[in-house]
Structure formats: C-alpha cells, structure tokens
RNA sequence: GGGCCGCUAGCUCAAUGGCAGAGCAGCUGACUCUUAAUCAGCGGGUUCGGGGUUCAAGUCCCCGGCGGCUCACCA
C-alpha cells in the first residue's frame, strides 16, 4: 500500500524510528554465525553449554513473560527457539528485545541450552537487530491459505509452510541429481537459443515477441529439440539443456505456459536404450532424494524401479479406450469410433488429433504405474525413424506417470530425404489450418543434410517429475512463481 | 470459453433484508521457562467495483473484476 500506511505498518516503522533513537542501526550490513538452527539442534550434544551465534527471521508469536521472552527464528535450515531475559541481555539488549516483532530479523548470541520442558534453545547474552520487517507475517497459526496469496507472494509461503520449503528444495535436488546422472554418462550440457526466428520442433503455439535491432518477428521456444540435433550434427555425441520452454496455450493442473523441459540427445542410440536411461535417470534420482523408488501420489503408491512395463499404444488404446485404431483405414470411420467412445471428436480432426485425443482422455489417466508407451503411427510424430522402411510407425515413446506424460523420446529421423518430405506434410497440414502442425525448419533440414548419426532422444518434463516425486497434483505447486493473470490497477 | 463456488478488519472466519461481529495480530498495562503463553483494557471496516430494487442491502437483482474447483481447449 503505498502511500498511505495501515495502522499495524505504522505501528512498526514507530518501532524503526525507536531503534534509530536508541542508536541502533535496525539494517547493519552483516553478522557472522557459528551454526545454522539445523546443525546446532543435530550436535546439540557436543555444543551444549557453549556460546553460539545463530541468525534469521522471528517466526511465529513472541510469547513476552515480562521480563524474559521466547520466540523462534527461521533460517535456511529451520526452526530454533530463542530465550531473551533482562538478566542475561542486559537492560540495553531487552530494550531492543521490546522492539522485535514477528518478521524481523535478529542475530542471537548466547548459551545453547534445554528448556525446562526440553526445547534446544539459545538463551541471548547479546541481541543484534538485523532488519525491520514493516509489514505484519500471514498469520500464525492457520498459516496462509489464500491459494492466490500463495502464489503471488510466494515468499509469504516460504515462510509460514515448512512443506512449501520442502518442496523446492527437493525440485531443487532433484535438477542437481539429473544433471550428475548425465554428466556420469558423460553428457554435455549445453545453452541453445530460446529466441528464434522459428518456433519447431514440437506441436505448440508459441509466444511472439519482436527484436527492434533486427526489426524481425521472433518466438519463445517451445521445444529444445532441433537445435540439439545440430549440436549432435556437430560431433556432441552426448548433449543435454535443462532450460524453459514456452507453450502459449491453455493452463491447468499439468500445463504452466513457461515450464521447464531437459532434452537429451545420445548418438548411437536407439529408443529402446533411452527408455533404459529414462527408466534408470527417474528411478536414480528418486532413491538419492527419498531413498526409496517407491512414492506416494494421491491414494496410490507408485513404484519407480525399472523395469518399466513398454505397452504398444495400440494394445493400450484397445484395452483402455476400447478402440483398435489400425482396425479403421479412413479418419470418417474413426471419427465415428471416438464418437462411439464417448469423444466429441470435430469433423476437421485429422488421424493424428483423433488419435492424440483418444488417448489423452482414455488412455493417459489410467497409467498411474509407470509405463512406456510405444510405436505410434508415423502421422502423429514427424521427427522419429520408421520402426523399418515401408511400416507405418515410428520408433517413439512416451513416458507416463502418475497420469501424466513425462516424457517423449524417439530414435531420431536422420535421413534428411525423409524428414524433409514429413516436415513438408506437417506444413501443408498447418497451411490447411492444423493449429497442431508443426514448422518446417529449412535450417535445421541443411543440418541434417551434413548428416547425423543415428541418435536416440528424449525430452522429459521436469515440473511434473518434480510433482511425482513431491506428491503435489498442481504444477503451479512446484513453480516458485507460476504464471498468474496480471494484477488490475497494480 | 462453459458450469459451480467464493471475495467482509492485517490474517482466519461470523452476521432470518433491520445498529458489521469474534478469535488471532496491533496498541496500553501486569507477568523472568513460554511455545495457539496467560490476564485486564483500547483502537481497527470503500463488506471486490459499479448500477438497481427497498423505508432499509454484506445479504436480493443486473453488469464487471479477481480467484478456486471442474469441464472444454491445448502436448
């Protein structure tokens, strides 16, 4: 609120002003600690009786006895109790005691001791004011809950949820554990474009933006895929780019339109041997940040360890969605199998769509347990290599979890002859108005026209990864800052 | 985009169409082992915005905003 200040704020800037006038400076630049809360109540037993110098935010009611007080501080490493008496502070140290309200930050020195009812807590000799906190914390004991609130103001989050905190820092681990895995395979990460000319490489509406030194339109990525082939083309046998990529299209429990995607790409490799790495990278990390393949996610338990089942989509298209797709040669008597299946399938829809819808309403919700996905119909993914020259699918999977697609891997179109002729029907398909067609990259045709060898790919989603191994149904619950509507009037 | 629900004090929530309230937070005072501290007292409101109905609207009606859930769309 700028401007004017509510009451509570002035409150708290009267209390700033007291510290000045009391010779207090209430934003000193630094303060040196001996321990984090964590450490100190870990070897507690070792450090008992000592002094130490513990520092962070006042969380939670200061519960003021008159001549003593208790409160606890957060730092990065939790929560410890604090103990400020007259006697031991000193009359100058309890005046400022007198001043702190909740959302300050102190730094407290003193003897590392256990409350009457057995709380480790560091009883203050000596108080140092760190910052004033002018604006009141979410409230203490219902937290906030405000869903909005949460995600505008994630730090009030961060704040008053141990398991908000939790949860990023396993996503945090979880990016570090996938990037040892790969650089112990001896991967090499790599920084591509997000700018571009040309938005390719997968099915997506993409962001426009404009370049005033070029005076050119450019697009926000929405896939990482084919300038990774070009570093392959260049002799990076092992590459990867954990990076963000932009889809400009609907948002919802699984879908932000900024999320962050790693896509690898291993030469020499099919399909099948980066289903191994998917399997092995997923199940790896999983055991390194919870110490078990097996997590819980809603009701069900889900069991990571490789190996994962490979299901033909079509035996699980007839077994979930009850429909033998290759068993109807013109799209009309498909349309008319969706119908029947319960779909409100759209006379435009082409082979490719009906069958995408299909399975993403009947087929992707049942594969809670982890399950590869395999050879789909040539029609549907123009970047992967024929499963043999004259068949009508491609060497592709997808990865499923929890419901949700986690990744999507190919053995990697490198005949440059027959990329250029898919890439050209994925254009005429967009010039008759397919918005899920995808660009023809002229570029990205002449690289491959140097040759590729043959190369095994996959991009996995790291956000909805990150919510299976966090439990978390929403990805805006593991976004620090998801994408939210901008503010009207600021 | 559709449907349903919600928006009231800093926070969490009340209020058969009839004086807008409570708890916490805040302020004043008491209290040197509390942890939802306790006790006594005090202040705090554009009830999301606009319009309408009514003697009277937080409450009913209309329009708008924002959010949540859900369906649709979308890799």
Not at 21 to 39: A, N
Not at 69 to 86: E, K, P
Not at 132 to 141: C, G, T, V
Not at 154 to 169: G, W
Request: net charge negative.
């Amino acid at each position: 609120m700028p401007g004017e200040l509510d009451e509570l704020t002035q409150a708290r800037v009267r209390k700033l002003d007291a510290l000045r006038e009391m010779g207090v400076d209430p934003f000193p630049k630094k303060y040196e600690r001996s321990h984090l809360s964590g450490e100190l109540i870990q070897h507690f037993e070792e450090i008992e009786g000592t002094t130490v110098r513990v520092a962070g935010r006042l969380v939670g009611a200061i519960r003021d006895l008159g001549g003593s007080g208790f409160a606890h501080i957060l730092d990065a490493s939790g929560r410890i109790q604090v103990l400020f008496r007259r006697n031991t502070l000193g009359a100058e140290g309890f005046s400022v005691y007198r001043l702190l309200d909740a959302g300050d930050f102190v730094g407290v020195a003193g003897k590392a001791m256990r409350t009457r009812t057995g709380e480790i807590t560091v009883e203050a000799a000596e108080l140092t004011f760190l910052s004033k906190a002018i604006r009141p914390l979410p409230e203490k004991w219902h937290g906030l809950t405000d869903v909005e609130k949460r995600h505008r103001q994630r730090y009030l989050d961060l704040i008053a949820s141990e398991d908000v905190r939790r949860v990023f820092a396993l996503r945090s681990r979880a990016v570090s554990a996938i990037r040892r895995f790969l650089d112990g395979r001896g991967f090499l990460e790599v920084e591509t474009p997000i700018l571009q000319t040309l938005a390719a490489g997968a099915a997506a509406r993409p962001f426009e933006t404009f370049s005033n030194a070029l005076d050119a339109s450019l697009y926000l990525r929405i896939a990482i895929e084919l300038h990774l082939k070009r570093a392959v083309v260049g002799g990076i046998e092992r590459v990867y780019e954990i990076g963000r990529v932009f889809r400009n299209e609907g948002v919802d429990r699984q879908h932000n339109p900024e999320f962050t995607m790693m896509e690898l790409y291993q030469a020499y490799a099919d399909y099948e041997d980066i289903m191994e790495l998917v399997e092995s990278l997923v199940s790896s990390v999983a055991v390194e940040l919870l110490g078990t393949t097996r997590v819980q996610w809603g009701n069900d338990e889900i069991d990571l360890a490789p190996p994962w089942p490979r299901r033909t989509l079509r035996e699980l298209m007839i077994e979930l969605a009850g429909v033998d797709y290759a068993a109807y040669g013109d799209d009309g008597a498909l349309i008319a199998a969706a119908r029947a299946a319960g779909l409100n399938p759209e006379d435009t829809w082409n082979r490719a769509k009906l069958i995408d819808e299909l399975k993403s309403s009947l087929v992707d919700p049942k594969l809670v347990q982890p399950c590869f996905v395999v050879d789909y119909p040539a029609e549907t993914t123009p970047l992967a290599k024929r499963k043999s020259s004259e068949s009508l699918l491609v060497e592709r999977f997808e990865a499923f979890i929890g419901g949700m697609e986690i990744g999507d891997a190919f053995s990697e179109l490198n005949d440059p002859i027959e990329q250029r002729r898919r890439m050209e029907d994925q254009a005429a398909l967009g010039a008759e108005g397919d918005p899920g067609a995808q660009a023809l990259d002229e570029d990205f045709l002449e690289a491959l026209e140097h040759g590729m060898p043959p190369t095994g790919g996959v991009g996995i989603g790291i956000d909805r990864l990150v919510m299976v191994l966090a439990n978390q149904p929403n990805i805006r619950e593991v976004i620090l800052f998801p994408l939210l509507r901008p503010r009207v009037g600021g």
